[in-house]
């Protein structure tokens, strides 16, 4: 047996000890604290967002690789160097990303943007990449422009091979490009697709020709269009002619090929297409004849797309014809794509004519053929309140509490509300509890990524890394976008069909309480409801301090400078007519207009919310002309569907403001 001399020994300790310092050293670069790590990925989105990208990318580099943020660090580094205009360096750090982070949920999308950079001068490599993304989970749109780009890479491929492809090869090469223009026509590559597909195949088929002349036309490129068109069959073509003629001005053209068309052609094209065509025809009359040229269009009309003219004709029809055209089109197109308004414009007009027979059937029909339509709580309030009218109170509790319980924040949910609890008002007095918009959601636990991102604040990752839109509205909230906070979560929820309970955080996002201390102060002074002057804030400008409508009106309550200023002077408030954009003066002379109008129209205040949007002469004679027994009866008979979905909102708005914060 061997036994060590004290040389030896020495010798180990030495190499024990050199690779302890370089491990050492190692864990040195590598690790670090993760405040640390914290402070320099805070430093370089700095630089980012101001512009300093040249620093921004040092900064990012220096993320140590054992932190949760270096993959978006490497990400970040791509788009500085893609802001400096180094796709070398972009395109090294795209790959950099999902070679060593291939779980990593954005490392899809850079193989993508890593192939965008690639097709020119390394398609192979760029098609390997493009290949890959098509098999993944990653979001449609990737896949659809992916499939695009593998496409023109093998028609380059083919075009200048003296190879023999096969048929199928080439048939996939055109259905790639057919699948992007039929589901993007107007996208960002769509013009290139079409481009592509014209120089792989100058002689395609007529249908396929008219798909890349809609992308040219989309895009603003008249010419292109019409030249395309030229070698097309005018069955394929007659619809997206007539509108490129519209576009350049030749409206005989446009008259011309659409009422040959809807006769003719009508089942050889698109719907969208033959829909623009009929509305392009319309635009060529004045507003006060649409219902003559409707008529006129449908009269020539067969085949696909007659049930279009026939809702137009009668939406414009005359109040005495619109029940009787409602009946034709229903009962003509009873599966068709507009049967379910024409249902419903039935029921309301039977409502209006006091037709309560009919309208019991039209409610029953609707809610029998369509038990997911949007329209249904309308539908079932008025089934609720028809009930009353037979005096069935059991099944017209039901009808009200089923809207209440499957769809809480709706108008006719408010409506329900108040009818079951016998309210004689539009609103009532309580108080609201203020409750701050939060993260939508539980807050991220200490080591999950997404608690990494909100403690750097990187938004931008967030959002990409969630892409979930009430994490995105709330991302748009702290940074003081307001307008787009709202939109945003409104049309998330709205997508919702079991909406989640009151107490839920992402209702505050729908419905937030900004500028409510000024809001609570002056509706207070002016004897108004504050939460209907939170809705009517959030209707007119969704809370937007510098909304200014097309016609002028301003600010967050839209006034405008001539009403304000007349009232400001009544009250002794003088102002330059720039001021209106100052949220506290705005609320207080919304809130002193709206107190006068109320005061004026016996105050009620769903005739002062009419009144806001359609003018106090308006409601002061419908109020005098509608035959109505109650206030649904007249907000339903209001005459200008403008003024009348405004109601509805405003009162859906207040409803969820007392819903979501009435204290308890």
């Given at each position: 047996?061997?036994?060590?001399?004290?040389?030896?020994?020495?010798?180990?300790?030495?190499?024990?000890?050199?690779?302890?310092?370089?491990?050492?050293?190692?864990?040195?670069?590598?690790?670090?604290?993760?405040?640390?790590?914290?402070?320099?990925?805070?430093?370089?989105?700095?630089?980012?967002?101001?512009?300093?990208?040249?620093?921004?990318?040092?900064?990012?580099?220096?993320?140590?690789?054992?932190?949760?943020?270096?993959?978006?660090?490497?990400?970040?580094?791509?788009?500085?160097?893609?802001?400096?205009?180094?796709?070398?360096?972009?395109?090294?750090?795209?790959?950099?990303?999902?070679?060593?982070?291939?779980?990593?949920?954005?490392?899809?999308?850079?193989?993508?943007?890593?192939?965008?950079?690639?097709?020119?001068?390394?398609?192979?490599?760029?098609?390997?990449?493009?290949?890959?993304?098509?098999?993944?989970?990653?979001?449609?749109?990737?896949?659809?422009?992916?499939?695009?780009?593998?496409?023109?890479?093998?028609?380059?491929?083919?075009?200048?091979?003296?190879?023999?492809?096969?048929?199928?090869?080439?048939?996939?090469?055109?259905?790639?490009?057919?699948?992007?223009?039929?589901?993007?026509?107007?996208?960002?590559?769509?013009?290139?697709?079409?481009?592509?597909?014209?120089?792989?195949?100058?002689?395609?088929?007529?249908?396929?020709?008219?798909?890349?002349?809609?992308?040219?036309?989309?895009?603003?490129?008249?010419?292109?269009?019409?030249?395309?068109?030229?070698?097309?069959?005018?069955?394929?073509?007659?619809?997206?002619?007539?509108?490129?003629?519209?576009?350049?001005?030749?409206?005989?053209?446009?008259?011309?090929?659409?009422?040959?068309?809807?006769?003719?052609?009508?089942?050889?094209?698109?719907?969208?297409?033959?829909?623009?065509?009929?509305?392009d025809y319309l635009l060529l009359f004045e507003p006060q004849d649409k219902y003559k040229y409707s008529s006129k269009l449908l009269s020539l009309a067969k085949g696909k797309g007659k049930d279009y003219i026939w809702s137009i004709k009668c939406e414009t029809s005359p109040n005495s014809e619109k029940r009787a055209c409602y009946e034709g089109l229903y009962s003509n197109y009873p599966e068709g794509k507009y049967a379910q308004d024409a249902l419903l414009n039935l029921l309301i007009i039977e409502?209006?004519?006091?037709?309560?027979?009919?309208?019991?059937?039209?409610?029953?029909?609707?809610?029998?053929?369509?038990?997911?339509?949007?329209?249904?709580?309308?539908?079932?309030?008025?089934?609720?309140?028809?009930?009353?009218?037979?005096?069935?109170?059991?099944?017209?509790?039901?009808?009200?509490?089923?809207?209440?319980?499957?769809?809480?924040?709706?108008?006719?949910?408010?409506?329900?509300?108040?009818?079951?609890?016998?309210?004689?008002?539009?609103?009532?007095?309580?108080?609201?509890?203020?409750?701050?918009?939060?993260?939508?959601?539980?807050?991220?636990?200490?080591?999950?990524?997404?608690?990494?991102?909100?403690?750097?604040?990187?938004?931008?990752?967030?959002?990409?890394?969630?892409?979930?839109?009430?994490?995105?509205?709330?991302?748009?909230?702290?940074?003081?976008?307001?307008?787009?906070?709202?939109?945003?979560?409104?049309?998330?929820?709205?997508?919702?069909?079991?909406?989640?309970?009151?107490?839920?955080?992402?209702?505050?996002?729908?419905?937030?309480?900004?500028?409510?201390?000024?809001?609570?102060?002056?509706?207070?002074?002016?004897?108004?409801?504050?939460?209907?002057?939170?809705?009517?804030?959030?209707?007119?400008?969704?809370?937007?301090?510098?909304?200014?409508?097309?016609?002028?009106?301003?600010?967050?309550?839209?006034?405008?400078?001539?009403?304000?200023?007349?009232?400001?002077?009544?009250?002794?408030?003088?102002?330059?007519?720039?001021?209106?954009?100052?949220?506290?003066?705005?609320?207080?002379?919304?809130?002193?207009?709206?107190?006068?109008?109320?005061?004026?129209?016996?105050?009620?205040?769903?005739?002062?919310?009419?009144?806001?949007?359609?003018?106090?002469?308006?409601?002061?004679?419908?109020?005098?002309?509608?035959?109505?027994?109650?206030?649904?009866?007249?907000?339903?008979?209001?005459?200008?569907?403008?003024?009348?979905?405004?109601?509805?909102?405003?009162?859906?708005?207040?409803?969820?403001?007392?819903?979501?914060?009435?204290?308890?």
């Amino acid at each position: 047996m061997y036994v060590l001399k004290n040389n030896d020994k020495t010798i180990i300790k030495i190499i024990i000890f050199i690779v302890c310092l370089g491990l050492g050293l190692l864990f040195a670069h590598v690790y670090q604290p993760q405040s640390k790590t914290d402070k320099i990925y805070q430093n370089a989105l700095k630089d980012y967002n101001n512009g300093n990208y040249q620093n921004s990318y040092y900064l990012f580099s220096k993320v140590s690789f054992t932190s949760s943020l270096k993959p978006f660090a490497i990400y970040r580094q791509a788009l500085c160097a893609k802001a400096l205009g180094d796709e070398a360096s972009e395109l090294k750090n795209y790959q950099h990303l999902f070679n060593n982070f291939p779980n990593f949920k954005l490392s899809t999308e850079a193989r993508y943007l890593a192939g965008q950079l690639l097709v020119e001068d390394n398609p192979n490599l760029a098609y390997k990449y493009f290949n890959k993304v098509t098999k993944s989970d990653i979001d449609e749109d990737f896949k659809v422009a992916s499939e695009y780009y593998k496409a023109r890479i093998t028609a380059s491929k083919i075009r200048y091979s003296n190879k023999i492809f096969s048929r199928k090869k080439v048939a996939d090469v055109e259905k790639s490009f057919r699948n992007y223009l039929v589901k993007y026509p107007d996208g960002r590559l769509a013009v290139n697709a079409a481009a592509n597909w014209k120089k792989f195949n100058p002689n395609m088929k007529s249908k396929d020709a008219v798909l890349t002349a809609r992308a040219y036309y989309l895009a603003g490129n008249y010419k292109e269009t019409s030249s395309i068109l030229s070698k097309t069959k005018k069955e394929d073509n007659w619809a997206l002619l007539a509108a490129n003629s519209y576009s350049t001005h030749d409206y005989q053209k446009t008259k011309n090929l659409t009422e040959e068309g809807v006769a003719k052609f009508a089942d050889s094209v698109e719907e969208r297409d033959y829909n623009r065509a009929v509305d392009d025809y319309l635009l060529l009359f004045e507003p006060q004849d649409k219902y003559k040229y409707s008529s006129k269009l449908l009269s020539l009309a067969k085949g696909k797309g007659k049930d279009y003219i026939w809702s137009i004709k009668c939406e414009t029809s005359p109040n005495s014809e619109k029940r009787a055209c409602y009946e034709g089109l229903y009962s003509n197109y009873p599966e068709g794509k507009y049967a379910q308004d024409a249902l419903l414009n039935l029921l309301i007009i039977e409502i209006n004519q006091k037709d309560f027979a009919n309208a019991r059937q039209s409610a029953r029909s609707f809610m029998a053929k369509y038990p997911d339509s949007p329209y249904s709580p309308l539908v079932m309030f008025w089934a609720g309140k028809i009930e009353q009218k037979y005096h069935n109170t059991l099944l017209a509790a039901k009808y009200f509490q089923d809207i209440v319980n499957n769809y809480p924040d709706s108008y006719y949910a408010y409506r329900s509300f108040w009818i079951m609890k016998g309210v004689a008002s539009s609103v009532i007095n309580t108080k609201l509890d203020y409750k701050p918009v939060i993260y939508p959601y539980r807050y991220p636990d200490k080591g999950d990524i997404l608690y990494s991102l909100l403690e750097v604040k990187d938004y931008d990752m967030l959002v990409k890394f969630t892409r979930d839109d009430f994490i995105k509205s709330w991302v748009e909230y702290e940074r003081g976008n307001y307008a787009k906070s709202v939109v945003i979560a409104r049309d998330a929820m709205a997508d919702i069909k079991l909406k989640p309970v009151k107490s839920d955080l992402r209702w505050r996002l729908v419905y937030p309480q900004n500028y409510y201390r000024q809001v609570k102060n002056f509706a207070d002074q002016y004897k108004n409801n504050d939460a209907l002057m939170m809705a009517v804030i959030r209707e007119e400008s969704s809370f937007n301090p510098e909304a200014q409508s097309g016609v002028g009106a301003i600010g967050l309550m839209q006034l405008m400078p001539s009403t304000a200023h007349d009232i400001g002077s009544k009250h002794g408030i003088e102002f330059n007519t720039s001021y209106l954009f100052n949220p506290e003066l705005n609320i207080k002379l919304g809130n002193l207009y709206y107190s006068t109008i109320k005061g004026m129209l016996e105050d009620k205040d769903v005739s002062a919310i009419a009144a806001y949007n359609g003018g106090i002469g308006s409601v002061s004679r419908w109020k005098t002309t509608l035959k109505y027994n109650d206030t649904d009866e007249f907000v339903e008979q209001i005459p200008y569907d403008e003024t009348k979905n405004y109601v509805i909102k405003v009162f859906k708005s207040y409803w969820n403001y007392t819903r979501i914060y009435q204290s308890r």
